[in-house]
């Protein structure tokens, strides 16, 4: 098992590594503008230009740029090229309402995905199977803008229930932290429910034909506990490996629709605004700060693979 | 075996469980970002008003501030030695003493400007105000690369070598602390160094303040407002600065409420909720989506307003290239392309018009369009394009791919392809488009622009058409327009100090007129930004001024 966690490690490094250089070289490649004119301002002389040329390194080759920034990015002294700003600094303030949407989001969504699941798998083909089906492939479809952009639109301006986007730190007010958090919860839910729960749903009506659930009710034990303690568990291992990935992808910034919608200064809506102006650092930063998020936790998730199954292991 | 994997899932799930409660509450204490929350009226003294702001306001250091959010709040923070008048209209452009005594002595054949420092005056935190503090921000600007530096570097003596690291001063800025007087010494006359005076960056700060970017903690100014709670790049406060009546500067107001600042991103909620007043005021550098504004219109029209602003907008024509090297080409543009249709697309937000010069700056005429004298002529253009054999000719037309100047460009396309041209459109995102059109490489034929005042003078207006602009790599006289006639006539108006600018308004209007008849840009009109407050702000006494927009000093409360 070290051995295997081992070369997890080593494998996620060399992701996380080979991420960096092609996020870099991205940049370079696409027309993206000469970041020393938009560092030194509309008619800037050409001594302006050539003296941000000189401090910003923009006149070294490829690679001294790249291990420049790298170096940079690991010291926290890496800043934008639009405004100057420290982007670490941007990314600390930014993840408290990232986290705070991921966690409550995917607490939601596993949540109502483990319920939806369960209750379509006991009336398979049923009324209810089939309104659920319908109910999970409308929300799988509908994209997250629409939902959140309707919610906002009548829950918070029409009617003004919730508040009209922007985000309290819990540390200010608990009340106001949730009242802010709710809607973009439910709207970022709302996908993952669908997928989830038809996932759970087709797990557990394919774990009820294993012979050891069979064996379970020759022994006469209870639907309820066959469903609890036999089924479920076994049904959401697929489960869990996909919350990972999608948790993972939250937290690294892959909310950007719903935080940019509902105006969560979080870490996703940082990406979103730092694409629009072309800013190389700050995307720089995040596509490697969510690529670590995602490898972090689809490695948690192997191993815990590894534990539970241990033909993963010898596969490896 | 499985009985065992499962519990071990389960127990890390109840775990996790945990955990994520944990999380939640432990990330969620950090620190925040903006919120909707209303402005409470219980402030110090005349309560607080709440702003949005729809763009981050990005450092608010005036050594590097240079976006329309953070100068705005500057204004109020970092007096200059110069200043703007607190006026709506063209008097809110007029430069008038600040931290100096009175408007500067201009000598030595106006290269020397001489000012004095008013004594007794004191920065936010106390520290009395030394007059070497000029000549250090001045410094500062230049080591942190303000994005306006080139406009001190090419005016004051010195500078450029402190630049380069050759001068570890300023030779060209001489501060006498016993008569508080400062002499600034110009490289050659240069008319409009008042304006120079009056940036925020030109704002006075402590001597020894750190040469970075003090994005967290901004410097303290001398101004009727000091920052507070300032989060970077996202919010802050903007509270009265105690003790800055006892300074008594003319025509710089002490402000009625406090105001605090925040991010809304999302243009449309920011609107909604000023709307609803759960936030008094709008941002206006950014337009209001079009799906709210009849609300608003119907609704709240009292407290909206769409103001003319001194911002040019334009569809430039590379005249170095084909087809526009061929005035007639550019001629047939200027006599098709209907400016009415183009004010339609904006949805209210462009004024249309003709001329360089925009309104509110000296030299501007309403009016007194030298081609289309009875309105767009389709026919009479196509005409000229095939008498001039260009049937046909090939034209890229550039412009943004943002809303509404992605439809001006698709309009324009349509209309060139209509007088004879076969034009295709080239957009890209606004971030870049300066730099790819202005690359020589690009061979950039036709497309939008625009230009936003550095300062309210018509010499602003006229560096996109400077020879001195064209550049290889980073050009921003897109035309390519180098004329004798304009490079002789600015030569000169460029030397008229800023205070005597009346005096050449008909010179400046002449030299308009006469980039009209060369058709080297054909000018469509000038931005209209919206002011539109709460009903919480007393609508008639909010300036808004042509410089800074929202003047949050002059705000008060209704109740």
Redesign the interface.
Known sequence: MARYIARRLVSSLVVLFLVSVFTFLIFQVI????PA?????????????A??VK?WGFNQPLYVQYADMMEKIFTGSV?SY?????VL??L??????T??LA??A??IWLSGAIVIGVISSRRIGGTVDRLMGVLASVSISVPVYVIGAVA?YFLA?KV?IF??????????SFF??LD?MILPWLCLSVGFIGLYSRVLRSSIIETEGED?VRTAKAKGLTKRRILV?HVL??S??PI?SLWGLDFAGVIGGGAILIE??F???GVG?YAA?SI????IPPIMVIVMYGTFFVVLLTTAVDI?HA???PRVRLQV | M?ET??T???K??RAG?LA?AA???L???????????AGSGSGSGGGTATVDLVS?P??LDPG?A??AQSQDADWLVYTGLLTYAHANGTAGSQVIPGLATGMPVITNGGKTYTLTLRSGLKYSNGKPVQVGDFAYAIERDIK???????FL??TIAGA?DY??GKASSISGIVSDPSTNQITINLISDYGPFDNVLAFTAAGLVPTGTPMT?Q??NPPVGVGPYMFENV????SFELVRTPGFASFHLPGVPLGHVDVSV?????PL?AA??VL?N?VDAFDPSSPIPATLLSSIKSTASSRFETIPTPWTFYFWMNTTIAPFDNKNARIAVSEAVDRTALERLSSGFLSPGCNFIPPGVVGHQDGNCVNQTNGPDVAKAKALVASSGLTGAPVTVWGFNTSPRSAYVQYYASVLNSIGFNASVKL??P??????I?DAATKAQTGDGDWLQ?FPNPVDFY?PLSAA?I?P??N?NYSYVDDPVIEKATAALDQVPTSQLTTVAQQWASLDTYVNTQAYEFVYGYAQLSKFLSNRIDFATAIFSPIYLNDYSSWQLTS
Request: charged content about 10%; hydrophobic content about 35%.
């Open positions: 027309p993206n503008g000469s004119l938009r560092i030194a301002g509309r008619g800037a002389s050409p001594a302006t230009l003296a941000v401090e800043v639009s405004g100057n700003i420290n600094g941007q600390r303030a930014g993840l408290p309402a986290v705070s966690v409550g995917s607490v906002l301006y003004s508040p009209n986007g922007g985000y309290v730190p819990i540390s200010q106001g932290w802010h050891f303690h568990r076994t959401m291992i869990i940019t919608l105006n969560l200064q809506q605004e629009g102006l072309l800013d815990l534990f539970a199954e | 499985g994997v499962n071990r899932i389960m890390s799930t469980a994520v999380a939640i509450l990330a969620a204490c950090g620190g925040g970002s903006s919120s909707s929350s981050s990005g450092t590097l240079y976006t942190l690369n303000w994005g306006g530096v080139s570097t090419t450029a630049q380069s970017d994005i967290s989060v970077s790049n996202s925040s991010t809304e991103s999302n909620i909604e909720n609803q759960k890209t995102a971030a870049i488009y300066g730099s790819t202005g550095d560096i602009s550049n790599t980073h921003i």
